[in-house]
């Protein structure tokens, strides 16, 4: 029996990840903002004479170094997903990070995008849902513990490099560790207690039950969620008891992170700028916090970004320039790709009509 396709209209209202009304409103606010932040404390004037600075060739390589960090990304997922008996090939994982990356774009939280794809993962390939997720938490644990060693090697140049440090800048690094160290907590503490996240599980099905009354069967959701929960926390004992399996998709993480933290630097170079180990380390690694906690507002995201550069000293118009360079590699030219991506793999699922079977004509 042939398998029956949705139409269009169907998948974009399933399976195509919308951008909220508040998302989009917040994102004109940011832009409107950024732009009078612009006109009035930089100045467009300077900002067009840092730009005319451009030099091509370099900015180009950022582009290529953006793909060569998702494919070293593509490599980690795939190596925690073979510690844990979920074989899957590099081509899949690839093209799975970059819907993982589309549907962090429209939608921010810095989980979205990971466990969209570990459910479209789920849906397509496998079924053990609770191991793919412990994949990507585990993958995202990898990501915020080499931001936080960037972090601290930053602050470490710094004071060794200048002796003494802006109470400014200080303030902003600690808050940055203190993210990154809660967030990891908060995960590892999730990961390892399955009584809590039963408990969760209880206030989530009684949260569901208050708004939908009896219109949905909580024992099966239970169920369900119960198998899946399990699995998450034996993926992770298995992850945890074989730490020697872990090192190759460390050392891919930390490709990825220099590959990121070269795109950052060459929006810098592009321009004829220079920036100094702890520079590039520190800035780099607000750049990374924002979007690993999911602060990816457009307009605001620059602001803040720009803030902290002119208190580490560099110019307020190369400091925008570059930011605007980066997110052009970074954020506007991925949300290209992984849309091409996205369209052809998740909506292209659905709506690619199987060929007719041929009919004898009598």
């Known amino acids: ?61 950022a582009f290529v170094l ?38 962090d774009n429209i939608l921010p939280g810095g989980v979205t995008g990971d466990l969209f794809k570990a459910y479209w993962f789920c849906k397509t390939e496998v079924r053990d849902t609770g191991k793919v997720v412990a994949s990507v938490i585990a993958h995202k644990i990898l990501i915020i513990t080499v931001i936080l060693a960037n972090t601290i090697v930053g602050l470490v140049l710094w004071v060794w490099g ?34 809590v996240t039963g408990k969760l599980l209880d206030w989530l099905i009684r949260l569901i039950s208050f708004f939908r009354r009896n219109k949905w069967d909580p024992a099966d959701f239970r169920s369900k969620m119960e198998k ?10 298995t992850l945890r008891a074989n730490p020697r ?15 990121d933290l ?47 550069f002119i208190a580490l000293g560099i110019p307020a118009a190369v400091g925008v320039t570059s930011i605007l360079l980066n997110r052009l590699a ?5 949300m290209v790709v992984s849309y091409g991506v996205f369209h052809w793999k998740v909506i292209g699922h659905y709506t690619v009509r199987p060929p007719k079977p041929e009919t004898d004509i009598l």
């Not at 042939?2 to 409103?25: A, D, G, H, I, Y």
């Not at 970074?330 to 991925?334: D, L, P, Y």
């Open 262 to 308: 070269t795109v950052f630097i060459l929006c810098f170079i592009a321009l004829g700028y220079n920036l100094p180990p702890f520079q590039a380390l520190i800035a780099y690694a607000l750049t990374a916090t924002l979007l690993v906690e999911g602060v990816s507002f457009l307009g605001f995201n620059e602001i803040i970004r720009s803030s902290l």
């Open 228 to 237: 899946n929960l399990s699995d998450f926390h034996t993926g992770f004992v």
């Open 330 to 334: 970074t954020f506007w030219f991925r």
């Open 66 to 103: 953006v793909v060569v960090s998702v494919f070293f990304h593509s490599i980690v997922w795939r190596g925690l997903l073979s510690n844990l008996s979920c074989p899957i090939s590099v081509k899949s994982a690839f093209l799975l990070g970059w819907i993982g990356i589309f549907v």
């Open 1 to 61: 029996m042939v398998e029956e396709r949705m139409t269009e209209t169907e998948v974009q209202t399933q399976t195509n990840p919308e951008l909220s009304k508040p998302v989009l409103l917040l994102s004109v606010i940011g832009l409107v903002v950024f732009a009078l932040y612009l006109y009035y404390y930089v100045g467009i004037s300077s900002f067009i004479s840092a730009l005319e600075q451009l030099n091509p060739w370099f900015y180009s390589l």
């Open 162 to 195: 200048y002796g003494n440090v802006s109470s400014v800048v200080f303030g902003i690094i600690v808050g940055i560790s203190l993210v990154l160290i809660f967030t990891l907590v908060i995960i590892f503490y999730l990961s390892s207690n399955s009584r």
């Open 245 to 259: 399996k872990l090192l190759l998709p460390a050392v891919f993480v930390v490709l990825a992170w220099a590959a």
